[in-house]
């Protein structure tokens, strides 16, 4: 689940953290297919903010 705050989007600590990304535009279907054939994993960073 997310909504967007000004040009912020906002995720639920439930969220898909590839979705996430995939959503956000951080990563493509097609980058994200090429890696897992040639057997490499995905290193996603996140910050958890406070939100009120």
Known sequence: MHCVVGLRRLYTDD???FLCALHSGWVTW?????ERTQG??????????RCM
Do not use: H, K
């Open 15 to 17: 969220s898909d953290l």
């Open 30 to 34: 097609s980058q994200a297919q090429r």
């Open 40 to 49: 490499r994993d995905m290193r996603i960073e996140m910050r958890v903010l």
